[in-house]
């Protein structure tokens, strides 16, 4: 059977894109996923991402090549590999980024693309208990959650710290005020992890003219003699198949997967392709370059007072935090482990924020070993974690081998730059900085990692390149912009010099947000699923 539309990946943009585009009666939506359903209790329990970070059956469990600045480790960048796709395994903090960043996107040749032209998609995508606002919408799909008031009680001693600092507070970062401190809002509705796919996708497959096939891992796209993309080849279990897409194609398959596939199609660098003897159907070598990540490192403390490493740690902990999920969807089950945080400037003088903080009221560490689980300190415990918002560094990601099932060569690049490099020294001040204020001191017994002895500018950047890691922002490989030479969508999001392709995933950031990046990657996909639909265009706003 053929269908107007195919989709590949059903991950938290295709989603939106299949169930927005399936609207219309009148088309067929097909919508390919390499993972499985989630219809499990892990993917509706907001903890349970704990569940999937080392699970090949739900996650693709990439890693880097050896990275030169990070003391040569491969550096792990899990991505979900399951209906929903990272959207359904990560840890739901909802950020849409600050102003800059959008008009960034603007500035780079993509006009309609600037914060007022984007807020209101954002908009469209929430429904948000604080009603309709300036900021915000009740009549969207994906629930929020303000945490505020439901975290753990050690996170007032961070917002206290901040105070004390002479920091600003904000109530909402995705309000009027983005920089300062503050608690995160998340996907999470009525206790339960509400991802694109919960959203948007599950209710539309109820609809005859939307199809939905899992454990479909696509090998490449098929061009008519004109160039056009007009369907995909994959592998089943009954053999291999052909299907042909009418009106559009429309690749959602993440950072990694999206270039990947480009790449398998004859879409990309010639001497990458030639590297590998793939014929070149279309020479764009901007295809897995500009890759993108959020560099983290986190600090460790013992605390004085009970945290979350006290009611998680110890099975009694567990059950009883299950039974409380289970009877009220309530508790620390019922939230991100990423409770307090927000974003500040490390130094007055610059224009906006340029380093992000996680206040964790848990800490732990991340097991070396894929066969280990992730769980609490055996101490009262929590950490203080940082990114910075806007790194310099640039990746790539490449075919390591022609074979479809190979895993990419991933080159994350980390802290490339000097002023990267100047910017996690001064992250790293800034976390001392706030655990020297009274209202931190007084809840803290000592700091376990990197510990005193790590004070000078050096030790803090080796801790980092020993101890950090990715934040799983990955974003940037398929950028938009108006030169093939430098991008690979313009601001349409079609391919350039292919018709009927696009490409609608966090792959089409120019540069990454300021934030975690699940929000922005869905309101591309409301947006660009009105542009395929003819409902919108680069001037348009929607109806809410």
Known sequence: MDYDYIIIGAGSAGSIVAARLSEDPSVNVLILEAGGHDRSFWFDMPAGYARSYFNPKTNWMYSSAPEPAMAGRRIYSPRGKVQGGSGSINAMIYVRGQRQDFDDWRDAGNPGWGYEDVLPWFRKLENHPAGDTEFHSSKGKIGITPMRGKTHPICDQFLAAAQELQLPLSDDFNGANFEGAGIYEANIHKGKRHSSSKAYLTPALTRANLTLRLGIEVERLLFDTAGRAIGVKFNSSAGPEEVKAHKEIILCAGAIGSPKILQLSGIGNPEHLAAQGIAVQRALPAVGENL????????????????????????????????????????????????????????????????????????????????????????????????????????????????????????????????????????????????????????????????????????????????????????????????????VVDPRLRVHGVPGLRVVDASIFPNITSGNINAPTMMVAERAAAMIAGKADLSSRPSL
């Open 292 to 487: 993108q990540d959020h560099l983290c490192a986190s600090y460790y403390y013992r605390s004085n007072v009970p945290t979350l490493n006290d009611e998680l740690r110890p099975m009694w902990g567990q059950a009883l935090a299950g039974l409380k999920y289970i009877l009220s969807r309530s508790g620390p089950l019922a939230l991100s482990v990423n409770q307090a945080g927000g974003f500040f400037r490390t130094d007055a003088a610059r224009d906006s924020p340029n380093v992000q903080l996680y206040f964790n009221p848990m800490s732990y560490r991340i097991p070396p070993s894929t066969k280990a689980k992730l769980q609490p300190e055996p101490y009262s415990g929590f950490l203080l974690a940082f990114n910075a918002c806007r790194p310099d560094s640039r990746g790539h990601v490449n075919l390591a081998s022609p074979d479809p099932a190979a895993a990419p060569d991933i080159h994350l690049n980390y802290l490339a730059s000097e002023r990267d490099q100047r910017e996690a020294i001064e992250a790293s001040r800034l976390i001392r900085r706030f655990m020297q204020t009274p209202a931190l001191r007084v809840v803290t017994v000592e700091e376990t990692l990197p510990g005193p002895q790590c004070d000078d500018d050096m030790a803090m950047l080796d801790y980092l390149r020993e101890q950090g890691g990715s934040i799983y922002h990955l974003c940037g490989t398929c950028a938009m912009g108006s030169d093939p030479e430098t991008s």
